[in-house]
């Protein structure tokens, strides 16, 4: 079946280690998309990938970093540096600029200990 | 910047219709989306409106004003499982990435 996976669905880490999340699609989608949601919150926007090797930062990079060196994976690392990393992480995908659906993955709960 | 606002929560009765409004400021604006959430899921697509008026997909309704700057999701004939949070969602400028509000938490009781 095509679709986005994310694993893991839960991740616990300590405070002050790094951790990336992972994203794969297999709908040969052009466009990828990190966002986090806390509660009661919308959707914000980590980072987006628009092309393979070219992302740009969204409204609360800060902490983040991402690659996009395959089509079909977009992997999100929260470094150390990111002060209030618990929360909700979805991906998101469209097959192009300009079309209207974007597609998300089941997201994963990251909670820092 | 871009500022969408929607209620935080509302109330409904099974069977009966609830409009869950959303207005927004935005510049380069592309259309309008409205998305629904269950507690830990991902969104789900409801409807995308680029044009004004109203578009009909079965129980769901979307309608948009864009000189207004506002929409509304419009739900018939409520079932329980329709208690979820409904995410509005602007598209703008030439990257169409959209915008969203924080999401109105939809409760259907008996």
């Known amino acids: 079946d095509g679709g986005i996976t994310q694993s893991p669905k839960y991740l616990f880490r300590k405070e002050g280690q790094n951790v990336t999340l992972s994203c794969e699609q297999n709908?040969?989608?052009?466009?990828m998309y990190w966002y986090r949601q806390d509660p009661g919150q919308g959707l914000r926007l980590i980072y987006y990938s628009q092309i393979v090797n070219d992302f740009q930062k969204g409204d609360i990079a800060e902490g983040y970093s991402v690659s996009r060196e395959k089509k079909e994976s977009f992997p999100l690392t929260v470094t150390s540096a990111q002060k209030n990393p618990t929360a909700f992480y979805l991906c998101a995908s469209i097959p192009g600029i300009g079309t209207d659906t974007q597609y998300f993955g089941p997201g994963t709960r990251l909670t820092v200990l | 910047g871009q500022n969408i606002d929607q209620p935080t929560e509302m109330t409904a009765t099974e069977g009966a219709i609830v409009q869950i409004n959303c207005t927004y400021q935005?510049?380069?604006?592309?259309?309008l989306f409205w998305y629904q959430q269950h507690a830990g899921e991902a969104p789900t697509f409801l409807s995308y409106n680029v044009l004004d008026g109203l578009e009909e997909k079965g129980r769901f309704s979307s309608f948009l004003s864009r000189s207004k700057g506002y929409s509304y999701l419009l739900l018939k004939e409520l079932q329980m499982k329709d208690s979820a949070s409904y995410l509005c969602?602007?598209?703008?400028?030439?990257?169409?990435?959209?915008?969203f509000g924080r999401g109105t938490s939809l409760i259907v009781h008996p």
């Open positions: 935005t510049s380069g604006f592309n259309g």
């Open positions: 709908l040969n989608h052009d466009a």
């Open positions: 969602a602007a598209s703008s400028g030439g990257s169409y990435i959209p915008t």
